[in-house]
């Protein structure tokens, strides 16, 4: 990111000023020395023309002089010239160092003061009749003219300072406008976990909605399975009831071959008037029979319109199933969007982690060495004050010994205030970066800050993904339960498909019955005379039915019981559910009113309901 590329780069300008302000100390000790040889050379001129001028003899002085002059001259081609020393000195672009150092100003001054003095005495002796002895002062003046334009140099190398300075500004400007982006994310990424928290509850609402479909679908289902059973039970009594009769009509058939046998003509006419009697009883109860069968074609009439409307409810269910599919579906599309979109924040925080454990160790390291660099500015502040003290004596002390020299020298004297001056605000632009110094340390305070925040997030978002795997799995486990109530509504479909179809055979088998029995009944009525004990025991046999189905009728409660205790167990069995879906709910409850806690005891900001 922008903020460790800044950070990486201040640290790399630190090192470079620590090597730079290393090789300018190490300059600035090689000057140290040359001026130490300078006014130890000044010095022994200044005695050696002080002894020569007590002395009788001015031609003789005026020859020591000029040989001591000569010798000087010739010490002084031995050291390498001012402006090379000066050409070879780095360019002063940094302001920070971690070693302390002397101001180059003051020791070019001091040298400049031993070069003047060194004029002055030459110029007291000098015989400007000797070209040799003019040509060396001129030689030194040259020397003079060059200390001067390395002080101009020095007041450009300030301004580069300065330069540099506001450049640091700008730097920490940047950084400033960089964190406020920093911010600025970060609040956008609190939007889009509020987003997220919004779509995971629409989900658990959508999973909510399923769970009642799901419920719905297993209460008809349960309805169809009672009313299949139902349906299969009055089958199977239909089907008995047909085998009964075709026997009770076999035995009916052989009885009356058994009575045409053994009985004869006066038996018969006995039984005559008796079996009218018994006709007309049977006849009546013929009529009773034909209107119960009439009201079991209009309860048939009645199932079949019940099972074609279950049929339609069926159909109505799979089309809901279908939707709640395509629902689930595009949920589970919804999920994956969200689950490409949390990875790719989670692997934003881990990147985020790994820039913040480096900022972190980077931190440190500038800590120790800002540490570091607080001593050494401290000590070089000490250094630099008792540096310029001994500078402010010095000058006074020129100053005082420069009063009668010519306009030249008042002039390098005015160049050696400006100089000062320049010291001064050197000392000032110090103190600036002192404050910025403090300023970046407030910026890594915040720094350490948004770390914090950082993590406080990722512990949220991991949360977050915990939550939504959870919800995840819900979901798969309603499409499972979906799809299991799917292949179960499949299957008694086909099973109704099948008990339609056997149902509309035993109506053609009980038509065809009901055919025959009334073809049965007009020949009784014709021959009633020879099936006259074949209707009696015909009739005995559908007592003994409607005593059988009496029986069946007691079986058919018995089921209705056993179905309602199944029912009483399934809805107990969804009770139970129930209570682990509000149980569920109360800890999504509690686990939202956590996050709303915890976000409002990081931020201090209530969340909007």
């Known amino acids: 990111s922008a903020s460790e590329t800044q950070i990486f780069e201040l640290l790399d300008q630190v090192i470079q000023l620590k090597e730079k302000l290393g090789e300018k100390t190490t300059l600035l000790a090689k000057e140290q020395e040359l001026n130490k040889t300078l006014s ?10 002080k002894a020569d001028a007590t002395g009788v003899e001015i031609p003789a002085v005026e020859d020591d002089v000029y040989t001591e002059v000569q010798s000087d001259v010739h010490q002084r081609e031995e050291i390498p010239p001012i402006r090379e020393v000066v050409e070879l000195e780095p360019r002063v672009t940094e302001m920070y160092s971690t070693f302390p150092r002397e101001s180059s100003s003051s020791l070019e001054r001091t040298s400049l003061q031993k070069l003047l003095v060194q004029a002055e005495l030459d110029l007291k002796t000098l015989d400007f009749t000797n070209p040799a002895a003019v040509d060396r002062f001129m030689l030194l003046s040259r020397d003079i003219r060059v200390k001067m334009n390395v002080l101009k140099e020095a007041n450009f190398d300030v301004q580069r300072l300065e330069e540099q300075r506001d450049a640091v500004v700008e730097r920490l400007v940047k950084t400033d406008s960089e964190t406020a982006i920093i911010k600025s994310e970060l609040k956008y990424k609190d939007q889009d976990l509020a987003g997220l928290r919004v779509d995971t509850e629409i989900e658990r609402e959508k999973a909510e909605r399923l769970q009642a479909k799901v419920e719905h679908m297993e209460q008809v289902k349960a309805k169809i399975q009672r009313e299949l059973f139902s349906r299969e039970g009055d089958l199977n009594r239909a089907q008995a009831r047909e085998r009964s009769i075709k026997k009770q009509l076999l035995e009916t058939q052989t009885l009356l071959d058994a009575e045409r046998a053994t009985n004869g003509k006066v038996r018969l006419d006995q039984e005559k008037q008796a079996l009218k009697r018994a006709c007309r009883h049977h006849k009546t109860k013929a009529e009773m029979l034909q209107l119960k069968n009439d009201e079991l074609n209009i309860d048939l009439k009645r199932s079949q319109h019940e099972l074609s409307a279950w049929k339609e409810r069926s159909i109505r269910n799979t089309v809901d199933a279908e939707e709640s599919s395509l629902n689930h579906k595009r949920n589970e599309r919804d999920l994956e969007f969200k689950t490409e979109k949390i990875s790719a924040l989670t692997t934003d925080n881990e990147i985020k982690e790994e820039t913040i454990a480096k900022q972190a160790r980077e931190i440190s390291t500038m800590k120790i060495t800002i540490a570091e660099m607080k001593s050494q500015i401290q000590d070089m502040n000490y250094r630099k004050d008792r540096e310029l003290d001994l500078a402010r004596e010095d000058a006074m002390g020129s100053m005082a010994a420069l009063k009668d020299l010519p306009e030249e020298l008042r002039i390098a004297h005015r160049r050696l205030d400006e100089s000062l001056g320049e010291i001064r605000a050197l000392e000032e632009a110090n103190s600036d970066l002192k404050f910025q110094l403090d300023r970046s340390q407030k910026q890594l305070i915040l720094t350490e800050q948004n770390e914090s925040e950082m993590k406080i997030y990722h512990n949220k978002l991991s949360a977050a993904e915990i939550r939504l795997d959870e919800v995840q799995k819900a979901l798969e486990e309603t499409t499972e339960e979906l799809d299991i109530a799917r292949s179960e509504t499949q299957q008694w479909r086909v099973r109704a498909d099948e008990r339609q179809q056997s149902i509309n055979a035993l109506e ?3 038509e065809a019955a009901n055919a025959e ?45 056993e179905l309602a205790s199944r029912s009483e167990h399934v809805m107990s069995d969804l009770r139970e559910r129930l209570d682990h879906s509000e149980a569920t709910n109360r800890s999504m409850q509690s686990y939202v009113n956590f996050l709303k806690t915890s976000y409002t005891s990081t931020f201090g900001d209530a969340l909007d309901e």
Not at 40 to 49: D, G, K, P, Q, W
Not at 531 to 550: G, I, P, V
């Open 517 to 561: 029995s009334r073809r049965t009944l007009i020949a009784e009525r014709e021959k009633y005379e020879i099936k006259e004990r074949s209707l009696q025991t015909k009739y005995s046999d559908m007592e003994l039915e409607l005593t059988r189905q009496k029986g069946e009728l007691r079986a058919v409660k018995s089921q209705r019981d």
């Open 508 to 510: 053609r088998q009980i």
């Open 40 to 49: 130890e050379e000044i010095v022994n001129l200044a005695v050696s023309n």
